[in-house]
């Protein structure tokens, strides 16, 4: 058996506006000054609702309908809260819950045996008297044989509906179900009434190859819903348990040494924690709270998932050596951020080694001491700008991905190009043909011998807040060496020396 | 052709270290793509003169695991030897005491056979910085775990390496930009190269 959660009007819940408040009240979608001119509603309170204001409605339809209507933005911050305080109670019924939709929940109660109907009944009463009890608002609870079928059974449900695996009345259930609850699409829907097809139920009793044949994957879904629904796998959400310990020191310390003291002893609980839920641990964070009130925060990863105390140990050392803080410590907090067994072991840096174990040992070292994200393989986007790329961790195991800027690709023509990072800013001079003649860098004029280009570039053009555009000119110097200079037709930087 | 090497011979009775280098020129490229296990080599050049395409050329051959230690984050993915990028760590730095913190760190396991540190775009004033008393301790790192590693510096400037090769003006125009890698390190590079 299978329990479906709703909760009605959940965005407007998640704000924690009261039931018996006076206030008409409407979410929109997108910020308020935009939706002025085209966001349409997204939720109504239930009174709002009662007085004619639908979902979808534009603003100007809603206010006509109830013109005392109160404008608010829904606040999804606030809808995973609920979320997850729906999902921490479903925990008390099942470990295996499926976050469907916001306000809805799946459970998978296959494992219970709560006896017939009746008992099933109960229970879903129970559910329910627990939410209102903990929630301090009522849901819809439906139950059914099928994930899809509790779903509708929520759906249609007035408090609690339990649906039999009686044949006869699953189908009498599942007939009254009226099409345009179930198919968004308004130009399907449309001809589907024109057909003279309002209910679940009619579609059932056509032939089924040949309502595949005219509708396809949709009619075929909804064909399948209309003999009982099938079965599916839940996408389960998991709780991340978090393995974690904040540490206020008796005497504020000063020294590397007598913080891997105290460091010691809470780092093997939180290693023996780890290693009681099968799990290895994947990075470190750590945060060092400061006798001036400051903080300073840390998060290493370790290239190869472990459970020994030495190694993590040595990382932090690493990562904390030479490091000066402004004033002594006063606390710590620690945590272990843990990954499964199998997830990073096969590596592709770690199989090339014959001593994999020292060098993940290296690398995470090594990322501890240059940063996050500096250690590993180099990957860039094809769109991004020339210049910008990140490196791959070596926990992943995919081939990097090189971008191709047409004209400035030399992968195996040319010169590699040194990039100047940050570029520098350098001004040009021009001559009369529109190329230019000389550049100016430090206060230096260095005089060209040559120039190439320009290069047009641009990138991410579909996006306002990213698109870019860039002009590239290759220049020879007299002094002999090579250099790429890029710009907006005003503004020149130095990206790079070739060679 | 016989006069020619009757007066080799007689210059190198008379002047016996100068033929040496003579020597060693020849067969310079020979020389400079050898990985003497646990060595320590300089590439002198400033910015500019062709010293990255040797250096990925020497990571390319390498055996085992290459790491490039780049000293002032200059590296461009996208302009790399395609073959060689694959394989190859990257370690981006912030300044030359980091990475020399960084190749500190990475020797004493020796668990990266072939390191290319790249120092080229570091300020002078910050390479001075670096005690020598650092190098020599890197020296011993590799002798001791056989890390053939190869510094490209902007200027001599390691107080303790086993050899130190200048790359000269190669005099390079832009048409080289379009030239294959293979042509351009033969024909300009390879004759520029020097032992210093």
Known sequence: MFAAWRVSHFAWRALRLEDGSAQLVALLGGPLQQARSHATVHEVCPQALRAGVLPGMSMAEAQMRLPKLHWLNRDEAAEAVLQQRLFALADEFSPLVESTAPGVLLLDLRARHWGDERSWQERAQQMRQRMTAVMGFEIEVGMAETPVLALLAARFAQGVLVLSSQREQLQAFLHEIPLQLLIGDAMVLERLHSWGLLRLGQIASLPRQQWVRRMGQQGMALYELAQGGGMRLLELVVQQQRHFRRVELPLALETLPQLMQHLQPVLQALVQQVALLWLLAGAVRLVLHLANKGCRTWCWNLAEPTLSLRVIERLIEAGLQGVRTDAALLGFELELLPVARSDRQQDWLLQQSAAPAGLARVLSALEALLGNGRVGRATSDECARPGEVSVQNFMLSQAPRVSVHAGLRHGDEGLPLQRLRPRERVELQWGRQGTPVAMLRRRRLLKLRDCAGPWELSGLWWDDRQAWRLQCWDLCLEEGWLCQVGGDGEQWWLEGIYG | ?196
């Open chain 2, 1 to 196: 052709m016989k006069v020619l090497e009757q007066l080799r011979s007689e210059l190198s009775e008379r002047f016996p270290q100068a033929t040496q280098v003579q020597w060693r020129r020849e067969s310079g490229d020979k020389v400079f793509w050898a990985w003497p296990k646990g060595g320590l080599r300089e590439l002198v050049a400033a910015p500019g003169f062709g010293a990255s395409l040797l250096l990925q050329r020497w990571l390319k051959l390498g055996q085992g695991i290459k790491a490039l230690l780049d000293a002032a984050d200059g590296f461009d993915p996208d302009s790399c030897d395609a073959e060689l990028l694959p394989e190859l760590l990257w370690l981006r730095c912030n300044a030359a005491a980091q990475a020399m913190r960084a190749a500190d760190v990475l020797m004493r396991e020796g668990c990266v056979p072939v390191l290319a540190m790249d120092f080229r775009l570091c300020e002078p004033r910050e390479l001075r910085a670096i005690p020598s008393s650092s190098w020599h301790r890197l020296r011993l790192l590799a002798s001791r775990s056989g890390v053939s590693v190869l510094v490209c510096s902007p200027f001599a400037w390691l107080p303790c390496v086993e050899s130190r090769w200048q790359l000269g003006d190669a005099a390079l125009a832009l048409s080289e930009l379009q030239q294959g890698r293979a042509g351009m390190l033969e024909q300009k590079l390879m004759p520029a190269l020097r032992v210093a």
